[in-house]
């Protein structure tokens, strides 16, 4: 199974420290610092691009609906001039 992995041209213990990693930082017990060290990473954008392609993304709930709130504000501001 190991090679089959490698074969499709997947590093088996490099996809290992990815899937470990990505789960410590959604379970916030890794920082976007402590991956990015982990994962060899030079800059924050890295870490981000990293996160995206994996879907991984740092906005709670809360986070969305302070957006969608500063948008119906600025929305309104703008309809008022």
Do not use: I, N
């Amino acid at each position: 199974m190991a090679q089959g992995l490698e074969c499709k041209g997947k590093d088996l213990p490099r996809a290992a420290l990815e899937s470990l990693a990505l789960e410590a930082y959604r379970s916030h017990a890794l920082t976007a610092a402590q991956l990015r060290s982990l994962q060899g990473f030079e800059t924050r954008m890295q870490v981000d691009a990293f996160l995206k392609e994996h879907e991984v993304y740092d906005f709670t709930a809360a986070d969305f609906e302070q957006d969608r709130e500063t948008l119906r504000q600025l929305r309104l501001r703008e309809a008022q001039h």
